[in-house]
Every structure is written in structure tokens, then in C-alpha cells.
């Protein structure tokens, strides 16, 4: 006989007997039919982490019965999913730069878009010379350490520091670098971007809060999940860039390369705030969708 808890969830867990293909099938139809973003892919990773089976294990235990305690464990993750949190939260890992990363309700989820953040800071750094050199590199609200790490994997010889107001936040980073083997060359500090830093950076990179507090309510349910401190970016959604703008210069060395994630429609904005504070604006980068999401600004040779 089926618990209360197996009732609960019926109307949404592969049916025991069925089997993982089918079950997965099934999951991704439910996903469809609730109007979910990508629900081939979630069904897959959901069914996968449930099942402890990777993409590999997938295929091979494809015709495999589920058990009852399966079939229960499938139900619980397709609720969760169908009340739109979200898969990375789900799983607590979320991939960036082709790096795992812990994620929890600490941290913003790491996205794809954030990704030319890391390769408009790299571009800047190919400009003044090979990655193999020494470079110091500050992540300024560096929530899980994703632009951080993911910088440090690809300059062998760079340091670097992340700030973060929340503690919480900077437990999961230093656990993110430690797991990746980039703990002796990252530290971590708790204060407001770079507030406690005392200069001396080669890049300086931020993904700040940019949505203005006015919207944040209409923000996809997924969004929503993401800790409030890290989307709100003030009235008009620049609070934070003036903050870095005023650092800026004490932070950077001379010639120094600060790169910083944009919202939709910021660049203009933004640009105007940084060339205020004596920067120079270099190139602005565009993500896949051609949206301009990542501005580049130098600190003048001799600063002004």
C-alpha cells in the first residue's frame, strides 16, 4: 500500500516498474507541459542526480525497472522543479566555465552570460603580456568564486582575493577554490567590494547587483530564488558600479584592467560613471545573444 507521503506525489512520480528511459521521458513531458524553459535537459540531470547515474549511466541502466524508493525520489525532484526552483539549486552544483561549483541560498547562480566577464577579463590580460605571468586579481562581490576560480584556472601564476558581505557566501567560495585545488593562490575577505583591499591589482572583475529594486518582483521565479542582496542594484540599478567606480583607481595599478558584468541597456550608463572616475573605457563585449554584458575600463598609466 502507498504512503501518504507516495500519494502525495502519484500524480507526478514515474509510475514504480516503468523504466529510467521511460521514467525520464515522462519527467520531461510533465516539465513541457508546465511551460518549463528546458525540460529535456532538467529531466535528464534531475533523473541523474536521483539516480546517482551520470550521462553514461544514463544509457546504460536505460531499461533498468525502477524500485519503489526511486520512483518516490523522482516525484520529490519534479515538485521541487514544477515549483520553479531551480535545477543548479536543486542539485547544490552548478557548472560555470566548465567548473562544478557549490552553490546554496547564500549564492547567486552562477550563468552562462557571466561567462564574458571571463573572457573579456582575459582578453584584457592577453593584451599586457602572457597568462603565465604574475598577477594579482580582485572578485569584488564574489559570491560563489565563480569569476575568481575560473580566472585562477586559466592564469597558473595569478593570486587573487574575493570580497563579499556575507559570510555565508565566502564559506561556500573558499570551499569552491579548496575542491579545485586553487586554495594556496585565492583568499577571501568580508567587506563591501573593495572596501578593505589595499590596491596593488593587475584586474580587478565584479558581477554587482544591477536590477533596479523597482523590477525585481517581475523577475522569473527562478531568479527570484537568488539572495535579494545580490540582485538589487538600487532605484535606477547603479548603486553598485558607483561604488567600484569610487574604488576603481585605489584598487588598480596603473594600466590596470577592471571588467564588470552590465544589465540589459546599462552600457551607456555605466560607461559614463567609470569615465567619470578617470577610467578609460576600452571595447565593450557582447554575450551570445549580442547584448552588450561586459564593460572593460583601464586605469590611466599615470592616475589623474
Known sequence: MLSRKQTEFSDIAPAAGLTVAQARRAMADTFHRAGLDTPGLDARL??????????????IEANRALGADE???????????????????????????????RIDESTLVPRPETETVVEAALSAIDRGGPRSRALRIADLGTGSGALLIALLTELPNAIGVGTDMSREALAVARDNAARLG???????????????????????????????????????????????????????????????????????????????????????????????????????????????????????????
Open 46 to 59: 534531475l533523473v541523474g542526480h536521483a539516480l546517482g547515474l551520470d550521462q553514461t549511466g544514463l544509457l
Open 71 to 101: 520512483s518516490l525520489a523522482l516525484g520529490v525532484l519534479a515538485q521541487r522543479r514544477l515549483r520553479r526552483e531551480p535545477v543548479a539549486r536543486i542539485l547544490g552544483v552548478k557548472e560555470f566555465w566548465g567548473l562544478p561549483l
Open 182 to 304: 586553487l586554495a594556496p593562490r585565492a583568499r577571501f575577505a568580508a567587506c563591501d567590494f573593495g572596501a578593505a583591499l589595499q590596491g596593488g591589482f593587475d584586474l580587478v572583475v565584479s558581477n554587482p547587483p544591477y536590477v533596479m529594486s523597482g523590477d525585481i518582483a517581475a523577475l522569473p521565479p527562478e531568479v527570484l530564488r537568488d539572495p535579494h542582496r545580490a540582485l538589487d542594484g538600487g532605484a535606477d540599478g547603479l548603486t553598485c558600479y558607483r561604488i567600484i567606480a569610487e574604488q576603481a583607481s585605489r584598487l588598480l595599478l596603473p594600466a590596470g584592467d577592471l571588467v564588470v558584468e552590465l544589465g540589459l541597456g546599462q552600457d551607456i550608463l555605466v560607461a559614463s560613471l567609470f569615465r567619470s572616475a578617470g577610467l578609460t573605457i576600452m571595447p565593450m563585449h557582447t554575450d551570445l545573444a549580442g547584448i552588450p554584458r561586459a564593460l572593460h575600463a583601464q586605469r590611466a598609466t599615470i592616475a589623474p
